[in-house]
Protein backbone atom coordinates (compact mmCIF):
# COMPACT_ATOMS: atom_id res chain seq x y z
CA UNK A 1 0.00 0.00 0.00
CA UNK A 2 1.26 3.42 -1.20
CA UNK A 3 0.17 6.74 0.76
CA UNK A 4 -0.09 9.54 -1.47
CA UNK A 5 -0.09 13.07 -0.71
CA UNK A 6 -1.78 15.58 -3.20
CA UNK A 7 -0.80 19.16 -3.24
CA UNK A 8 -3.51 21.07 -5.54
CA UNK A 9 -5.70 17.86 -5.12
CA UNK A 10 -8.59 20.08 -6.60
CA UNK A 11 -7.28 20.65 -10.33
CA UNK A 12 -7.12 18.73 -13.09
CA UNK A 13 -3.93 16.87 -12.21
CA UNK A 14 -5.34 16.34 -8.91
CA UNK A 15 -8.52 14.96 -10.17
CA UNK A 16 -7.03 12.75 -12.49
CA UNK A 17 -4.47 11.09 -10.25
CA UNK A 18 -7.80 10.56 -7.84
CA UNK A 19 -9.64 8.90 -10.77
CA UNK A 20 -6.70 6.44 -10.67
CA UNK A 21 -6.28 5.97 -6.67
CA UNK A 22 -10.15 5.66 -6.80
CA UNK A 23 -9.98 2.86 -9.16
CA UNK A 24 -7.01 0.89 -7.23
CA UNK A 25 -8.11 0.84 -2.92
CA UNK A 26 -5.70 -1.91 -2.55
CA UNK A 27 -2.76 -0.43 -3.92
CA UNK A 28 -2.97 3.39 -2.25
CA UNK A 29 -4.38 5.16 0.04
CA UNK A 30 -4.94 8.86 0.11
CA UNK A 31 -3.37 10.00 3.62
CA UNK A 32 -3.20 13.99 2.64
CA UNK A 33 -4.65 16.98 0.50
CA UNK A 34 -4.72 20.64 -0.41
CA UNK A 35 -6.26 22.90 -2.56
CA UNK A 36 -6.07 27.09 -2.59
CA UNK A 37 -9.75 28.19 -1.63
CA UNK A 38 -12.26 25.42 -3.01
CA UNK A 39 -13.57 24.26 0.43
CA UNK A 40 -16.35 22.42 -1.23
CA UNK A 41 -14.49 20.77 -3.66
CA UNK A 42 -12.19 19.02 -0.96
CA UNK A 43 -14.76 18.66 1.43
CA UNK A 44 -16.03 15.79 -1.32
CA UNK A 45 -12.81 14.54 -1.29
CA UNK A 46 -12.79 13.91 1.96
CA UNK A 47 -15.90 11.96 1.97
CA UNK A 48 -14.65 9.76 -0.87
CA UNK A 49 -11.24 9.35 0.31
CA UNK A 50 -11.06 10.29 4.41
CA UNK A 51 -6.99 11.34 4.57
CA UNK A 52 -5.18 12.42 7.68
CA UNK A 53 -5.03 15.97 6.85
CA UNK A 54 -6.06 18.35 4.60
CA UNK A 55 -4.61 21.74 4.05
CA UNK A 56 -6.19 25.26 1.89
CA UNK A 57 -4.13 28.30 1.49
CA UNK A 58 -6.84 30.52 1.81
CA UNK A 59 -7.54 31.15 5.70
CA UNK A 60 -11.00 31.98 5.62
CA UNK A 61 -11.78 28.71 3.33
CA UNK A 62 -10.22 26.79 6.10
CA UNK A 63 -12.15 27.91 8.85
CA UNK A 64 -15.23 27.39 7.02
CA UNK A 65 -13.99 23.80 6.21
CA UNK A 66 -13.38 23.34 10.03
CA UNK A 67 -16.89 24.34 11.13
CA UNK A 68 -19.03 21.94 8.93
CA UNK A 69 -16.58 19.11 9.56
CA UNK A 70 -16.48 19.69 13.45
CA UNK A 71 -16.28 15.55 14.20
CA UNK A 72 -14.54 14.03 10.72
CA UNK A 73 -11.52 13.27 12.18
CA UNK A 74 -9.30 14.66 9.33
CA UNK A 75 -6.61 17.51 10.65
CA UNK A 76 -7.30 20.83 8.88
CA UNK A 77 -4.67 23.31 8.11
CA UNK A 78 -4.48 26.81 6.56
CA UNK A 79 -2.35 29.05 4.40
CA UNK A 80 1.53 28.25 3.19
CA UNK A 81 2.31 26.53 6.32
CA UNK A 82 -0.88 24.06 6.04
CA UNK A 83 0.46 22.99 2.97
CA UNK A 84 3.81 22.75 3.83
CA UNK A 85 2.91 20.38 7.04
CA UNK A 86 0.57 18.39 4.32
CA UNK A 87 3.59 18.01 1.61
CA UNK A 88 6.09 17.04 4.50
CA UNK A 89 3.91 14.44 5.73
CA UNK A 90 6.02 11.50 7.94
CA UNK A 91 3.80 8.32 6.42
CA UNK A 92 3.97 9.83 3.01
CA UNK A 93 5.49 7.21 0.42
CA UNK A 94 4.72 9.97 -2.79
CA UNK A 95 3.76 13.31 -2.99
CA UNK A 96 2.00 14.75 -6.17
CA UNK A 97 3.05 18.00 -6.61
CA UNK A 98 0.20 19.47 -8.93
CA UNK A 99 -0.48 23.06 -7.44
CA UNK A 100 -0.36 25.37 -10.65
CA UNK A 101 2.38 28.52 -10.46
CA UNK A 102 5.05 29.35 -8.08
CA UNK A 103 3.28 28.90 -5.05
CA UNK A 104 4.00 25.27 -5.54
CA UNK A 105 7.68 26.15 -4.79
CA UNK A 106 7.54 25.87 -0.80
CA UNK A 107 5.57 22.96 -0.58
CA UNK A 108 7.90 20.64 -3.47
CA UNK A 109 11.45 21.58 -1.38
CA UNK A 110 9.68 21.12 1.41
CA UNK A 111 8.74 17.84 0.54
CA UNK A 112 12.11 16.95 -0.71
CA UNK A 113 13.84 18.26 1.92
CA UNK A 114 11.64 15.43 4.36
CA UNK A 115 12.89 13.17 1.55
CA UNK A 116 9.93 12.27 -0.35
CA UNK A 117 9.40 10.61 -3.61
CA UNK A 118 8.25 13.75 -5.31
CA UNK A 119 5.92 13.59 -8.77
CA UNK A 120 6.48 16.77 -10.24
CA UNK A 121 3.55 18.50 -12.45
CA UNK A 122 3.87 21.85 -10.99
CA UNK A 123 6.67 23.03 -13.60
CA UNK A 124 6.78 26.63 -12.82
CA UNK A 125 9.08 25.98 -9.14
CA UNK A 126 11.48 23.74 -11.74
CA UNK A 127 11.35 27.09 -13.85
CA UNK A 128 11.92 28.79 -10.92
CA UNK A 129 14.87 27.49 -9.37
CA UNK A 130 15.41 23.84 -11.00
CA UNK A 131 18.76 24.46 -9.89
CA UNK A 132 18.20 24.59 -6.24
CA UNK A 133 15.28 21.79 -5.84
CA UNK A 134 17.90 19.16 -8.11
CA UNK A 135 20.39 20.42 -5.46
CA UNK A 136 18.31 19.43 -2.82
CA UNK A 137 17.05 16.20 -4.67
CA UNK A 138 20.49 14.96 -4.44
CA UNK A 139 21.34 16.23 -1.32
CA UNK A 140 18.41 14.19 0.10
CA UNK A 141 18.77 11.36 -1.76
CA UNK A 142 15.53 12.25 -3.58
CA UNK A 143 13.43 10.50 -6.62
CA UNK A 144 12.02 13.53 -8.77
CA UNK A 145 9.39 11.61 -11.23
CA UNK A 146 8.09 13.75 -14.05
CA UNK A 147 4.02 14.08 -14.75
CA UNK A 148 4.21 16.32 -17.57
CA UNK A 149 3.18 13.73 -20.69
CA UNK A 150 6.34 15.41 -22.34
CA UNK A 151 8.66 14.55 -20.01
CA UNK A 152 7.15 11.50 -19.01
CA UNK A 153 7.81 10.59 -22.46
CA UNK A 154 11.10 11.46 -22.47
CA UNK A 155 11.78 9.60 -19.26
CA UNK A 156 10.29 6.32 -20.47
CA UNK A 157 12.99 6.87 -23.56
CA UNK A 158 15.73 6.97 -21.30
CA UNK A 159 15.03 4.29 -19.21
CA UNK A 160 18.35 1.77 -18.84
CA UNK A 161 19.88 4.18 -21.45
CA UNK A 162 23.38 6.11 -20.50
CA UNK A 163 23.26 9.92 -20.45
CA UNK A 164 26.17 10.16 -22.76
CA UNK A 165 24.21 8.48 -25.51
CA UNK A 166 21.71 11.21 -25.43
CA UNK A 167 22.17 13.64 -29.03
CA UNK A 168 18.98 15.42 -27.94
CA UNK A 169 15.86 14.93 -27.03
CA UNK A 170 12.69 16.43 -29.13
CA UNK A 171 9.80 17.61 -27.34
CA UNK A 172 6.50 17.75 -29.17
CA UNK A 173 4.29 20.52 -28.62
CA UNK A 174 0.19 20.44 -30.34
CA UNK A 175 0.14 24.48 -30.92
CA UNK A 176 -2.19 25.14 -28.76
CA UNK A 177 -5.88 26.19 -29.88
CA UNK A 178 -4.62 29.51 -32.00
CA UNK A 179 -2.20 27.21 -34.06
CA UNK A 180 -3.20 28.39 -37.56
CA UNK A 181 -4.39 32.09 -36.38
CA UNK A 182 -2.17 35.03 -37.73
CA UNK A 183 -1.05 37.71 -35.03
CA UNK A 184 -3.40 40.19 -35.86
CA UNK A 185 -6.12 37.42 -35.40
CA UNK A 186 -5.22 36.01 -32.21
CA UNK A 187 -4.67 40.15 -30.80
CA UNK A 188 -8.12 40.35 -29.94
CA UNK A 189 -8.89 36.60 -28.58
CA UNK A 190 -11.02 36.21 -26.30
CA UNK A 191 -10.17 33.88 -23.13
CA UNK A 192 -12.73 31.75 -23.91
CA UNK A 193 -11.04 31.03 -27.34
CA UNK A 194 -7.84 30.85 -25.93
CA UNK A 195 -8.88 28.14 -23.20
CA UNK A 196 -10.39 25.85 -25.57
CA UNK A 197 -7.70 23.45 -26.41
CA UNK A 198 -7.91 21.25 -29.36
CA UNK A 199 -6.32 17.96 -27.28
CA UNK A 200 -6.09 18.03 -23.79
CA UNK A 201 -8.20 19.47 -20.42
CA UNK A 202 -6.18 21.42 -18.28
CA UNK A 203 -6.57 24.43 -15.51
CA UNK A 204 -6.74 27.90 -17.09
CA UNK A 205 -3.24 28.74 -16.59
CA UNK A 206 -1.98 25.76 -18.54
CA UNK A 207 -4.25 26.00 -21.12
CA UNK A 208 -3.14 29.86 -21.43
CA UNK A 209 0.32 29.18 -21.74
CA UNK A 210 -0.50 26.59 -24.47
CA UNK A 211 -2.04 28.91 -26.79
CA UNK A 212 0.81 31.45 -26.36
CA UNK A 213 3.41 28.46 -26.55
CA UNK A 214 4.40 29.12 -23.19
CA UNK A 215 3.68 26.49 -22.11
CA UNK A 216 6.29 24.94 -24.10
CA UNK A 217 9.20 27.38 -23.09
CA UNK A 218 8.83 26.21 -19.33
CA UNK A 219 9.01 23.05 -20.52
CA UNK A 220 12.32 23.24 -22.24
CA UNK A 221 13.47 25.01 -18.93
CA UNK A 222 11.94 21.98 -17.23
CA UNK A 223 13.58 19.36 -19.15
CA UNK A 224 17.32 21.18 -18.90
CA UNK A 225 16.42 20.68 -14.78
CA UNK A 226 14.96 17.24 -15.30
CA UNK A 227 17.28 15.59 -17.39
CA UNK A 228 20.63 17.45 -17.10
CA UNK A 229 20.69 18.85 -20.85
CA UNK A 230 22.24 22.04 -22.49
CA UNK A 231 19.89 23.94 -24.34
CA UNK A 232 21.08 22.69 -28.09
CA UNK A 233 20.21 19.38 -27.30
CA UNK A 234 16.67 20.07 -26.38
CA UNK A 235 14.36 21.11 -30.21
CA UNK A 236 11.15 21.54 -30.55
CA UNK A 237 8.36 20.22 -32.71
CA UNK A 238 4.77 21.02 -33.50
CA UNK A 239 3.00 17.78 -33.79
CA UNK A 240 -0.97 19.13 -33.58
CA UNK A 241 -2.64 15.45 -32.95
CA UNK A 242 -0.76 15.01 -29.54
CA UNK A 243 0.43 11.53 -30.13
CA UNK A 244 3.66 11.06 -29.70
CA UNK A 245 4.54 12.95 -26.85
CA UNK A 246 8.11 13.41 -27.25
CA UNK A 247 11.08 11.78 -28.56
CA UNK A 248 14.79 11.31 -27.12
CA UNK A 249 17.67 10.96 -30.21
CA UNK A 250 20.67 8.44 -29.38
CA UNK A 251 23.89 9.29 -30.58
CA UNK A 252 23.86 6.84 -33.16
CA UNK A 253 20.47 8.38 -34.92
CA UNK A 254 18.00 6.00 -33.06
CA UNK A 255 14.90 7.66 -32.23
CA UNK A 256 13.08 6.13 -29.46
CA UNK A 257 9.05 7.82 -29.39
CA UNK A 258 6.86 6.97 -26.61
CA UNK A 259 2.82 7.51 -27.95
CA UNK A 260 -0.51 7.14 -26.41
CA UNK A 261 -3.76 9.10 -26.80
CA UNK A 262 -3.70 12.34 -24.75
CA UNK A 263 -4.74 11.74 -21.30
CA UNK A 264 -3.01 12.38 -18.41
CA UNK A 265 -4.22 9.64 -16.48
CA UNK A 266 -1.61 7.68 -18.89
CA UNK A 267 1.41 9.31 -17.37
CA UNK A 268 -0.04 9.57 -13.71
CA UNK A 269 -0.48 5.92 -13.70
CA UNK A 270 3.77 5.62 -14.82
CA UNK A 271 4.35 8.13 -11.59
CA UNK A 272 1.99 6.13 -9.18
CA UNK A 273 3.16 2.58 -10.18
CA UNK A 274 7.41 3.42 -10.91
CA UNK A 275 9.07 1.43 -11.44
CA UNK A 276 6.41 -0.97 -12.83
CA UNK A 277 3.18 -0.08 -14.71
CA UNK A 278 -0.79 -1.07 -13.76
CA UNK A 279 -2.92 -1.92 -16.48
CA UNK A 280 -5.18 1.23 -16.77
CA UNK A 281 -8.47 0.80 -18.21
CA UNK A 282 -8.98 3.69 -20.99
CA UNK A 283 -9.13 3.49 -24.82
CA UNK A 284 -6.12 1.85 -26.29
CA UNK A 285 -4.48 4.04 -29.66
CA UNK A 286 -5.72 3.35 -32.64
CA UNK A 287 -3.24 4.31 -35.33
CA UNK A 288 -5.12 3.35 -38.53
CA UNK A 289 -7.50 5.51 -36.92
CA UNK A 290 -5.74 8.44 -36.20
CA UNK A 291 -4.59 8.20 -39.40
CA UNK A 292 -1.91 10.79 -39.70
CA UNK A 293 0.67 12.30 -37.66
CA UNK A 294 2.01 15.34 -38.91
CA UNK A 295 5.65 17.47 -37.82
CA UNK A 296 6.15 21.11 -38.23
CA UNK A 297 8.80 23.34 -37.30
CA UNK A 298 8.02 26.32 -34.51
CA UNK A 299 6.71 29.50 -35.90
CA UNK A 300 9.07 31.75 -33.35
CA UNK A 301 7.75 35.20 -35.44
CA UNK A 302 4.02 34.03 -34.52
CA UNK A 303 4.74 32.48 -31.23
CA UNK A 304 8.23 34.51 -29.77
CA UNK A 305 7.80 33.49 -25.95
CA UNK A 306 9.29 29.96 -27.32
CA UNK A 307 12.49 32.08 -28.65
CA UNK A 308 12.47 33.72 -25.40
CA UNK A 309 12.60 31.06 -23.13
CA UNK A 310 15.44 29.39 -25.26
CA UNK A 311 17.47 32.92 -24.52
CA UNK A 312 16.59 32.73 -20.47
CA UNK A 313 17.87 28.67 -20.89
CA UNK A 314 21.24 30.04 -22.64
CA UNK A 315 21.41 32.93 -19.91
CA UNK A 316 20.32 31.26 -16.67
CA UNK A 317 20.36 33.09 -13.41
CA UNK A 318 17.31 35.22 -12.18
CA UNK A 319 16.52 35.59 -15.80
CA UNK A 320 14.03 32.53 -15.51
CA UNK A 321 12.42 33.23 -12.47
CA UNK A 322 11.85 36.75 -14.20
CA UNK A 323 10.50 34.99 -16.83
CA UNK A 324 7.99 32.98 -14.92
CA UNK A 325 6.77 35.44 -12.66
CA UNK A 326 5.70 38.21 -15.40
CA UNK A 327 4.48 35.20 -17.22
CA UNK A 328 1.80 34.48 -14.61
CA UNK A 329 1.23 38.22 -14.03
CA UNK A 330 0.13 38.27 -17.48
CA UNK A 331 -1.66 35.38 -17.99
CA UNK A 332 -3.65 36.60 -14.95
CA UNK A 333 -4.55 39.88 -16.09
CA UNK A 334 -5.35 38.00 -19.51
CA UNK A 335 -7.80 36.10 -18.13
CA UNK A 336 -9.11 38.79 -15.85
CA UNK A 337 -9.68 40.69 -19.02
CA UNK A 338 -7.59 43.35 -18.18
CA UNK A 339 -4.78 43.24 -21.12
CA UNK A 340 -5.85 41.34 -24.46
CA UNK A 341 -4.29 38.14 -25.21
CA UNK A 342 -1.39 40.02 -27.90
CA UNK A 343 -0.32 41.70 -24.57
CA UNK A 344 0.74 38.83 -22.90
CA UNK A 345 4.08 38.91 -24.83
CA UNK A 346 4.62 42.45 -24.66
CA UNK A 347 4.04 42.32 -20.57
CA UNK A 348 6.93 39.77 -20.30
CA UNK A 349 9.50 40.90 -23.52
CA UNK A 350 9.39 44.49 -21.56
CA UNK A 351 9.68 42.78 -17.33
CA UNK A 352 12.86 40.55 -19.32
CA UNK A 353 14.26 43.71 -20.93
CA UNK A 354 14.36 46.01 -17.57
CA UNK A 355 15.65 43.24 -15.41
CA UNK A 356 19.54 43.15 -14.28
CA UNK A 357 20.36 39.96 -14.24
CA UNK A 358 22.51 37.81 -11.89
CA UNK A 359 23.12 34.24 -10.48
CA UNK A 360 20.74 32.39 -8.37
CA UNK A 361 22.87 31.25 -5.30
CA UNK A 362 19.66 30.25 -3.34
CA UNK A 363 16.34 30.51 -2.51
CA UNK A 364 16.38 33.93 -1.64
CA UNK A 365 17.40 34.88 -4.92
CA UNK A 366 14.96 33.60 -6.63
CA UNK A 367 11.94 34.97 -4.46
CA UNK A 368 13.76 38.05 -5.03
CA UNK A 369 13.73 37.95 -8.44
CA UNK A 370 10.20 36.85 -8.60
CA UNK A 371 8.62 39.50 -6.58
CA UNK A 372 10.40 42.14 -8.32
CA UNK A 373 9.33 40.56 -11.65
CA UNK A 374 5.84 40.98 -10.14
CA UNK A 375 5.94 44.45 -9.48
CA UNK A 376 7.50 45.20 -12.93
CA UNK A 377 4.76 43.19 -14.85
CA UNK A 378 2.07 44.69 -12.74
CA UNK A 379 3.62 48.10 -14.47
CA UNK A 380 3.34 47.29 -17.69
CA UNK A 381 -0.12 45.95 -17.58
CA UNK A 382 -1.48 48.93 -16.28
CA UNK A 383 0.82 50.74 -19.03
CA UNK A 384 -0.85 48.47 -21.73
CA UNK A 385 -3.87 48.66 -20.22
CA UNK A 386 -3.79 52.23 -20.06
CA UNK A 387 -2.62 52.44 -23.99
CA UNK A 388 -5.42 50.51 -25.17
CA UNK A 389 -7.94 52.02 -23.05
N1 LIG B 1 -3.59 19.98 -16.37
C1 LIG B 1 -2.75 19.25 -17.05
O1 LIG B 1 -3.13 18.40 -17.85
C2 LIG B 1 -1.26 19.46 -16.86
C3 LIG B 1 -0.36 18.75 -17.66
C4 LIG B 1 1.00 18.90 -17.43
C5 LIG B 1 1.45 19.75 -16.44
N2 LIG B 1 0.55 20.44 -15.68
C6 LIG B 1 1.05 21.34 -14.63
O2 LIG B 1 0.49 20.93 -13.39
C7 LIG B 1 0.22 22.07 -12.56
C8 LIG B 1 -1.25 22.05 -12.20
O3 LIG B 1 -2.00 22.27 -13.36
P1 LIG B 1 -3.59 22.10 -13.39
O4 LIG B 1 -3.98 22.23 -14.81
O5 LIG B 1 -3.98 20.88 -12.64
O6 LIG B 1 -4.05 23.41 -12.58
P2 LIG B 1 -5.47 23.74 -11.97
O7 LIG B 1 -6.51 22.88 -12.56
O8 LIG B 1 -5.64 25.20 -12.06
O9 LIG B 1 -5.32 23.30 -10.43
C9 LIG B 1 -4.42 23.96 -9.58
C10 LIG B 1 -4.47 23.37 -8.19
O10 LIG B 1 -3.59 24.15 -7.35
C11 LIG B 1 -4.33 24.79 -6.31
N3 LIG B 1 -3.77 26.12 -6.14
C12 LIG B 1 -3.86 27.17 -7.00
N4 LIG B 1 -3.21 28.26 -6.51
C13 LIG B 1 -2.73 27.88 -5.30
C14 LIG B 1 -2.02 28.58 -4.29
N5 LIG B 1 -1.68 29.88 -4.43
N6 LIG B 1 -1.68 27.91 -3.17
C15 LIG B 1 -2.03 26.62 -3.01
N7 LIG B 1 -2.72 25.90 -3.93
C16 LIG B 1 -3.07 26.53 -5.07
C17 LIG B 1 -5.78 24.81 -6.78
O11 LIG B 1 -6.70 24.91 -5.68
P3 LIG B 1 -8.21 25.50 -5.89
O12 LIG B 1 -8.93 24.45 -6.69
O13 LIG B 1 -8.75 25.65 -4.50
O14 LIG B 1 -8.07 26.80 -6.63
C18 LIG B 1 -5.86 23.46 -7.51
O15 LIG B 1 -5.97 22.42 -6.58
C19 LIG B 1 0.65 23.28 -13.38
O16 LIG B 1 1.94 23.67 -13.01
C20 LIG B 1 0.65 22.80 -14.82
O17 LIG B 1 1.57 23.49 -15.63
C21 LIG B 1 -0.78 20.31 -15.87
Request: hydrophobic share 45%.
Amino acid sequence: MKNIVILGATGSIGTNTLDIIRRFPEQFRIIGLTAKSRDAKLEGLIGTFRPKIVALQDVAAAKALAKRLPQSGVEIRSGEAGIVEVARLSEADLVISAIVGSAGLLPTLSAIRAKKTVAIANKEPLVMAGEIIQREAKKNGVTILPVDSEHSAIFQALNGERHQDIRRIILTASGGPLLRRSTAEKTNIRPEEALAHPNWEMGPKISIDSATLMNKGLEIIEAKWLFDLPPEKIDVVIHPQSIVHSMVEFVDRSVVAQMGLPDMRTPISYVLNYPRRSSLALPSLDLAEVGTLTFEKPDTKAFPLLAIAYEVLKKGGTLAPVLNAANEEAVQAFLEKNINFGTINKVIEKTLETHKPKATEDLHDVMEADRWARTEGKRWIKHFAACSA
